[in-house]
């Protein structure tokens, strides 16, 4: 499920099915309207194509699409610039890399594992080369285990006094309501 905060949002998600592996890609592009928009289409664009392209190193992938994006940006002279985390699963693993919200790892009977994608990559579309930055981690997941993907709209969603929602509400309420 996707709301997005104005009429044209930057937030980007996409689900992935090539050769019996599953690519979840997420991100956030600074900022609303429709320069977001269009560098959030980009993206969806690119990595679609690296995907048909069978590229699986996730800092090839990354890199690519990075490169990709910042000559866009330039050409744009925009200061637009985007988080993105991938996700691969396979054969009972998911492998994480590139930099967005945490990926929360919720296990069959409860448990939270937090994965911070800080150091997994950096922002694309900022510096033209990020290689050196992205990481991945490999997660194996059991029946019953799940992954929580989201945007900093839940985190920062605030109530009536101002008060966020935070990311450890977040995971109180996926450990209770897992089942």
Known sequence: FMAPADEVGGD?????????????????????GLESGMLMVM?????RTLQE??????VRFLDALNRTLYQNVQRMRSDKNLTLALLTYAQGQVR?????????IVRHGGAIERINT??????LGLEADI???VRHVLVALHPGDGVVLYTDGITE??????????????CTVLSQHWA
């Open 12 to 32: 980007y998600y996409d689900i992935l099915h090539t050769d019996g592996v599953v690519t979840i890609g997420i991100g956030d592009v600074t900022g609303h």
């Open 96 to 104: 994480i890399s590139g930099q967005h919200e945490e990926a929360i």
């Open 53 to 58: 392209m069978r590229e699986s190193d996730p």
């Open 43 to 47: 993206t969806q664009a690119a990595v």
């Open 157 to 170: 969603a605030a109530d009536m006094h101002h008060r966020l929602y935070g990311i450890d509400r977040l």
């Open 118 to 123: 800080l150091d997994l990559g950096f922002p």
């Open 131 to 133: 290689a050196g930055f």
